[in-house]
């Protein structure tokens, strides 16, 4: 009923113009933006309007007949521990569930981005001899988001979207937006990046980075910490040797062990829902399901995270666990062979002719497994927060189900339902409807309303992204288009969530069913349009 109400009131919307044409004139409609403001029929930023003729009520605003007509449950339609489906697939199909660990198994609080970005900011001062000046950076919560472009020798930090524009008004270089002027000019007057300097298949390309994973939350934000102090301080730098200083930096956190010292040290402040992470494992031991673990971490690592979580015979819940797998080669490259590690993690030297349950691997690659396992095609799902490195091979060059972690859904998804959220939206559809009926009229005042329509409109744009991020706004889309992250979620992922948990909300032969998304020849059959997130 709340969906049928939405879009009758969307239609009614649109049609304005129309209706008070042949009702209240008995005129061609539709009729302009002038005589339906001279009329008060249709609204300026401030104006009242007088609909009486269309429903008989009263003079009152169309914004708060939009918004009395929005029940209270609208606002809650959406559920953060829901999973949501790209692609249909069915629970009771899938015969064996993979997992990454770091971000998808292992949750961590955000305390560790803190020390990440503290640790490779020394590294900078100490071993790479950058300004002393620099250990007054901090580490900015909520500065950055996932799925971001870094183009190197522009040094701007931007978000593009999925048919490769810039965002305008999100891109930054070091703390501060880059006017959207010079964004233009700086791309040879447009906002569009041509494919060839786009990342390629994992992200990377000739001179665009895009930061797909959690971890990369402090290294973006140490990046435009380091620009803003030699921007602030007029000191001239070369922009290739920062950008691989500071992602050397970053890498000697994580390949020098230092970040695994501190979870170690701490699992309890630094891991999070350990408890619910057992309650999905054990379940699906219990449906009769095989578990296995591809992992970049090294063994004692996770050995230790998953006693924590899961208890010390977490092993007896996996067929067969895999670490230092060198993910995303791991999926293309043939060359590196399994090896055992004994109890204590050490290497053992025999050849691997069989993956035996309960045993530890290290590195390997896909196509002995898949030859020494037989666990092909889609009775295997597997979950990842990297898009590429967990999950494009596997769906696109193997055929395995795949399930993204997205930890931001649910952040964002409580923000989709708040009120504020729903009213700055569903007034924004409104006023882009409006447009679009009612362009075609040039003259002068028409001319006017329009443009303030249009201002309004950019002004509510902008009000919805802040909500999400005022830096950069929701991870999923820019102002209307879906994101490039957003893109790639849909390509490599038939599901995805906030976390692993969310699998406890559902019976172990649920089928996930993927909404028909509208093609735009079909959008105005569409009723749920006012619900599609706009940010």
Known sequence: ???????????????????????????SVPVSPTVLSEKKLLPGPEQKVDISVILSVSLTSPLSLLLDLLPPGVCNLLNPA?????????????????????????????????????????????????????????????????????????????????FHYVQLGTAYRGLKPVPDEEVIELYGGTQHIPLYQMSDFYGKGPSLKQFMDIFSLPEMTLLSSVIDYFITHGIEFDQVHLYKDISDAIRDVHVKGVMYKWIEKDLEQYILHGDEIYAVLNRLVNHKKKLF?????????????????????????????????????????RRKPFRKLDDKGSLQWDKIN?????????????????????????????????????????????????????????????????????????????????????????????KQVLLEWMKERQEIRSLTKNLFNPQFGSIFRTFHNPTYFSRRLVRFSDIYMASISCLLNYDVNFTFYPRRTPLQHEAPLWMDQLCTAQC
């Open 1 to 27: 009923m709340y969906y049928r109400e939405l879009f009758l009131l969307l239609f009614l919307i649109l049609q304005w113009a129309a209706l008070v044409g042949q009702e209240a004139w008995g005129g």
């Open 82 to 162: 829901a999973i949501y489906a790209n692609n249909e697939i069915s629970l009771g199909d899938v015969e064996i569930y993979g997992f990454d660990y770091d971000y998808t198994l292992a949750q961590y609080s955000n305390l560790l981005h803190s020390m990440i970005f503290n640790t490779a900011r020394d590294i900078l001062i100490e071993q790479f001899k950058y300004p002393e000046g620099l250990g007054k950076y901090d580490y900015i919560p909520g500065f950055a988001i996932r799925g971001l472009h870094y183009d190197v020798q522009k040094s701007l930090l931007m978000k593009i979207d999925a």
């Open 293 to 333: 673990l591809i992992t970049n971490s090294p063994f004692s690592f996770v050995d230790k995270g998953m006693k924590h979580m899961v208890g010390k015979n977490w092993r007896d819940l996996f067929d067969m666990v895999i670490v230092q797998a060198d993910k995303p080669n791991f999926f293309t490259d």
């Open 354 to 446: 069989q993956l035996e349950k309960g045993k530890i691997y290290k590195e390997g690659n896909l196509f002995d497994f898949l030859r020494l396992t037989g666990w092909r095609g889609s009775k295997v799902l597997y979950f990842g927060d990297h898009l590429y490195s967990d999950l494009a091979d596997l769906m696109l060059r193997h055929g395995w189900r795949t399930g993204a972690i997205v930890p931001e859904l649910e952040t964002e998804i409580r923000i989709i339902n708040t009120e504020q959220y729903m009213h700055s939206l569903t007034w924004q559809q409104a006023l882009t409807g409006l447009l679009e009926r009612m362009q075609m009229y040039q003259d002068a005042e028409s």
